[in-house]
Every structure is written in structure tokens, then in C-alpha cells.
């Protein structure tokens, strides 16, 4: 079982749209918690980190559940500028490495 | 501000070359850390360096090897290049040793051919 689990997409929305992505870690252990953007053929960006009160910045909203081990990220009012892979990451036992989910697609249309 | 700088940008190497992936981390942070990314997939974690140590090293073959440097820049050397090394590698920098936010660089996109 992957540590990091996605669904990879694509989701395609339109502008405007809401769009949720769930994520699920395996670890229990795991204390740090994040969203990563990625743009095609790029670095990938720090989103957010996600706090087990849940957290917003703008449009998006983070929100964790420990108890379920599933992590999840809410964008509202979409943008074209929006489009691009979202990338859930945990941290890893020893506390030192990040894993990865495989990343969800966004494509937002006109 | 300089972020991440990773050198060189794009590579093309032939099977059972050598090569050496070079990363500056941002100023003031002191661990960098090595990712590996195929594509499709998520990146993987190769190696962290924190302080000149080596503080976690991911499930990749002892071909790959890192160390950094005094002044907390960091190389990733790759030994016997195979086809499938051919990926994005990413170097991450981060101000503590561990559950802490980290930037990426702009990674070296080897071609091993």
C-alpha cells in the first residue's frame, strides 16, 4: 500500500467551480502535513500546510483528519491559473523525508 | 532573494556514465534534500542532508550518493547510469531537520540514453 494515496484526475471545471481533493496516508505517525502546486514540467510549489483545525488562505481551504488519516483541499471560485497538479505530501517516520501522493490534475476551463 | 538553484537544468548522459547534480539552498537554511521524479509519479526522496550529515537516505541502489558542502550546498552523484535514472531531480531546502516546509528548486532533467 502506497504511504500517500490520490486520486490522480484529471478534474476538469469550469471557472468559477468548486473542486475538492482527497488524499489518505498510511503512516499513523505522521505530524506534518502539506499541499504542494505543481505546474507542468516545473518545481513544485508549497500550497499550504495543513493544520489539524483545519486552514484557509483565500480561496483555498486545507483541512485534516487524524482519525482517518485523510487529508483534503478545497479550492473555491476557481481560476484558469488554477490549472496545474496538486500535490498531497506527508512526512515521513524519521521525521526527514517527504512522501508524496502521485498528484491530482486540475485543468479549469473557460 | 535567491531561492534553490540547481545546476545544470537539462542533461543528457549514456548508460554507465557518471554524472554530478549540483543544488545551492536557500540562503540561511541548512538541510537540502534529493528527490527523484519520474514522470506521472509523485517525487521520491533519495537522501537528506542536515548540517553536513546524512540524516535519512530513501530506498534507491548505493549508485546514488550526495554529501554537502560547508558552506550547506550539495551535490548528487550518480554512478553506472541506467535508462531508468533518466528523471527530474529535485533538491529541496528547508531551515530545521525535519517536519518543516520545503522550497524546490527548478531541478536537473537527466536524460540517460
Known amino acids: 500500500r502506497k504511504e500517500v494515496e490520490q486520486d490522480p484526475g484529471p478534474f476538469n471545471v469550469p471557472e468559477g467551480a468548486t473542486v475538492a481533493f482527497n488524499c489518505t496516508y498510511s503512516?499513523?505517525?505522521?505530524?506534518?502535513f502539506f499541499w504542494y502546486r505543481q505546474d507542468c514540467r516545473k518545481e513544485p510549489k508549497l500550497l499550504m500546510s495543513?493544520?489539524?483545525s483545519g486552514n484557509e488562505d483565500g480561496r483555498f481551504t486545507a483541512q485534516l483528519n487524524r482519525a482517518s488519516q485523510y487529508i483534503s483541499l478545497l479550492i473555491r471560485d476557481s481560476k484558469l491559473s488554477d490549472s496545474a497538479t496538486y500535490l498531497c505530501?506527508?512526512?515521513?517516520?524519521?521525521?526527514?523525508?517527504?512522501?508524496f501522493g502521485k498528484g491530482t490534475s486540475l485543468l479549469v476551463t473557460p | 532573494d535567491a531561492g534553490v538553484t540547481q545546476s545544470p537544468t537539462h542533461l543528457i548522459k549514456t548508460r554507465g556514465q557518471h554524472v554530478t547534480l549540483r543544488c545551492s539552498p536557500i540562503?540561511?537554511?541548512?538541510?537540502v534534500s534529493w528527490y527523484q521524479q519520474v514522470l506521472g509519479q509523485g517525487p521520491q526522496f533519495i537522501f537528506q542532508?542536515?548540517?553536513?550529515?546524512?540524516?535519512g537516505r530513501g530506498n534507491f541502489p548505493d549508485r546514488f550518493s550526495a554529501r554537502q558542502f560547508p558552506n550547506y550546498s550539495s551535490e548528487l552523484n550518480v554512478n553506472a547510469l541506467l535508462l531508468g535514472d533518466s528523471a527530474l531531480y529535485l533538491c529541496?531546502?528547508?531551515?530545521?531537520?525535519?517536519?518543516?516546509?520545503?522550497?524546490f528548486g527548478q531541478g536537473t532533467r537527466l536524460t540517460v540514453v
Open positions: 495543513v493544520y489539524s
Open positions: 529541496a531546502s528547508s531551515s530545521g531537520g525535519g517536519n518543516t516546509e520545503a522550497f
Open positions: 542532508y542536515y548540517e553536513k550529515e546524512e540524516r
Open positions: 503512516n499513523s505517525a505522521s505530524q506534518s
Open positions: 505530501v506527508v512526512n515521513a517516520d524519521s521525521g526527514y523525508a517527504l512522501n
Open positions: 540562503s540561511g537554511h541548512k538541510s
